[in-house]
């Protein structure tokens, strides 16, 4: 009996110990997490972009990326990591370690893409934290000068009139060209013909042309050829008009009730990602894009500096993702 009370208090002292040593362990786990989101940033970090270098999205990235490397005095570095529809860099961050120190930054295809793939490696929402909406660039509508509009109201009626014959080109299946063009359809209720391109320019070359009616093309690269006459602009597809284009009216403004869209750029951090550090990103590049250099940098690229809450970024996409979702099956849009 004696011999068993003993076993007894050896197995207690044991258990107790036990307990102790997981307790401390995560202590220790909590202070140095802790310790680490108090002193973060403390070595560089890197900005993942899912497209080629001196593209929109690059440029962007790039943008920040260097204001706010002058802010902190550390090092934000670009990563381009190619491919995919920009799924590899996305996959790389949503994979990682929730400590900040890897950034995705992501155009508008990232809201687009769940509805033309069905096998992301990763959810958008789900594997995510939102840290802010960075910028928005609008589209502007534009037609061939021989087409006879004057108005957004004029091209819905042409369209009526003859369905299936107006043709608009896009940088080619699924870019956001398309999709701005397939909201169009949606919304203004005309059937046009979808031409893909193997990039938004060799579309827009083809407008100037005359060999296809119209498109949504981006205001750095469509403006000076209207200011040229050589394309004639209808409309800008953002909810409110653009500063660069006061005279211009939005599409909505024109007759076409709800029409709303942008090319965006946002910054994403890998799900689990501590308050601490998402806040700190949310203010360091919110104070870049207040710099009067970085919103003229994107001006030159169509593009307005935004800057939002994590919560408003976050209800943002979930909204982008829903619109397009709708758009996407009404349209029958399909990735070969």
């Not at 579309?203 to 100037?208: S, W």
């Not at 949504?216 to 209808?234: D, M, P, T, Y």
């Not at 003229?296 to 800057?307: I, L, Q, R």
Request: with cysteine; charged share 20%; aromatic share 6%.
């Amino acid at each position: 009996m004696d011999a068993a009370r003993q076993n007894h208090r050896i197995e207690a002292v044991i258990a107790r110990g036990i307990l102790c040593a997981v307790a401390a362990l995560a202590c220790a786990q909590t202070n140095a997490q802790g310790k680490s989101e108090a002193n973060y940033p403390d070595k560089p970090v890197r900005f993942l972009v899912g497209q080629s270098p001196g593209g929109a999205t690059d440029v962007v990235a790039r943008a920040v990326a260097q204001k706010m490397t002058e802010n902190l005095n550390l090092a934000v570095v670009v990563d381009n990591r190619t491919g995919a529809s920009g799924s590899i860099a996305a996959t790389m961050v949503s994979k990682g370690a929730p400590d900040g120190y890897n950034i995705l930054i992501v155009s508008s295809s990232f809201s687009i893409n769940p509805s033309l793939y069905t096998n992301l490696p990763f959810d958008p929402l789900k594997d995510f934290s939102t840290i802010t909406l960075i910028a928005e660039a609008p589209f502007l509508l534009v037609v061939h000068p021989s087409m006879p509009v004057k108005t957004v109201a004029d091209l819905i009626a042409a369209a009526k009139a003859k369905p299936d014959t107006l043709a608009f080109g896009s940088g080619g299946v699924g870019s956001s060209g398309q999709m701005a063009g397939e909201l169009f359809k949606y919304l203004a209720g005309v059937k046009l013909i979808h031409v893909p391109y193997k990039g938004a320019g060799p579309a827009l070359i083809d407008v100037i042309g005359g060999q296809v009616t119209m498109t949504f093309g981006s205001v750095i690269s469509s403006l000076g050829h209207v200011r040229a006459g050589k394309l004639k602009a209808l409309g800008v597809t953002s909810a409110k008009r653009a500063r660069a284009l006061p005279d211009i009216p939005t599409i909505a403004e024109a007759g076409v009730k709800g029409y709303a869209t942008t090319t965006w750029y946002g910054a994403l951090a890998p799900a689990k990602t501590g308050n601490s550090v998402v806040q700190k990103l949310n203010a360091e590049i919110k104070k870049a894009l207040s710099a009067p250099e970085v919103g003229e940098h994107m001006a030159k690229d169509g593009a307005e500096p935004v800057g939002n809450t994590p919560q408003q970024f976050r209800e943002f996409l979930t909204a982008e993702m829903s619109k397009w979702r709708d758009v996407v099956k009404h349209a029958g849009v399909k990735v070969e």
